[in-house]
C-alpha cells in the first residue's frame, strides 16, 4: 500500500537510496512527456524530425553545462515523445557533497537532520543543489515554461528514468543504444 504525508499518497520514489546523485559520475536519464504525446518530432525514414518544441528540447539540453558547469554532456536524442540522455557530473574534489545529516534549506540556514538513516529520506527533504534532479528539474521547468507558448497543454511525465553507469561497456552500449534510437523507433517500447 503506498504510504501517506500531510494526508496525501504519497509515490515511492524510483532513486537508489544509498546513492548521492550530487557524486561525479555518469547518468543515463530518460524524460518523458506525458502520456506519451509526440510533441518534439516524428522520425521519417528512421531520421528524427524535429518540431518547433523538439529544437526547443534539443537546444535547451546542449544549454544544461551553461548552468551547471559541472556537467558535461554524453550522447543524447531527442524522440517524438521522450528524450534520451547521457549526464556526466564532475566536480572538482572540493566541491563533492559530504554525507553528513546536514539538510540544506532554500530560505533558511542548513537544518541538522535528528535522524538521518539514509540519502533517499534527506533527498525527500531537499533534491540538493547540484544533484541530478535539479539538473533534470530545470531543463523540464524551462522547456514546459517554452514548450506552453506554442502547445498550451504541453507536460512532462511527473519522474524520469535513471541509470549510474558504472562500467566503460556500459557507457558504449548506452551510448550506442541512444545514437540508434531513432533507427529502431518502431521497436521502440515509447513507440505507440
Request: net charge neutral.
Amino acid at each position: 500500500m503506498t504510504e501517506k504525508f500531510q494526508n496525501k499518497y504519497r509515490i515511492k520514489t524510483t532513486r537508489l537510496q544509498n546513492w548521492d546523485y550530487t557524486s561525479n559520475a555518469a547518468y543515463f536519464v530518460t524524460i518523458c512527456t506525458q502520456n506519451r504525446e509526440h510533441y518534439f518530432g516524428e522520425i521519417t525514414n528512421q531520421v528524427m524530425q524535429l518540431s518547433e518544441i523538439g529544437d526547443m528540447a534539443n537546444k535547451y539540453w546542449l544549454e544544461i553545462p551553461e548552468h551547471f558547469p559541472f556537467v558535461e554532456l554524453g550522447e543524447f536524442v531527442v524522440m517524438p515523445n521522450h528524450v534520451h540522455g547521457i549526464i556526466i557530473i564532475n566536480k572538482p574534489d572540493d566541491e563533492q557533497s559530504n554525507n553528513d545529516c546536514t539538510v540544506e534549506t532554500r530560505h533558511a540556514l542548513s537544518l541538522p537532520q535528528p535522524q538521518c538513516e539514509t540519502l533517499g529520506e534527506k533527498r525527500f527533504q531537499n533534491q540538493g543543489k547540484g544533484s541530478l534532479s535539479s539538473i533534470i528539474g530545470s531543463y523540464k521547468s524551462v522547456l514546459t515554461k517554452n514548450a506552453r507558448k506554442i502547445h498550451p497543454n504541453f507536460e512532462w511525465q511527473s519522474r524520469f528514468h535513471d541509470h549510474i553507469i558504472r562500467k566503460d561497456q556500459s557507457f558504449r552500449n548506452i551510448s550506442d543504444y541512444i545514437k540508434n534510437n531513432p533507427t529502431k523507433w518502431t521497436g521502440d517500447k515509447f513507440h505507440e
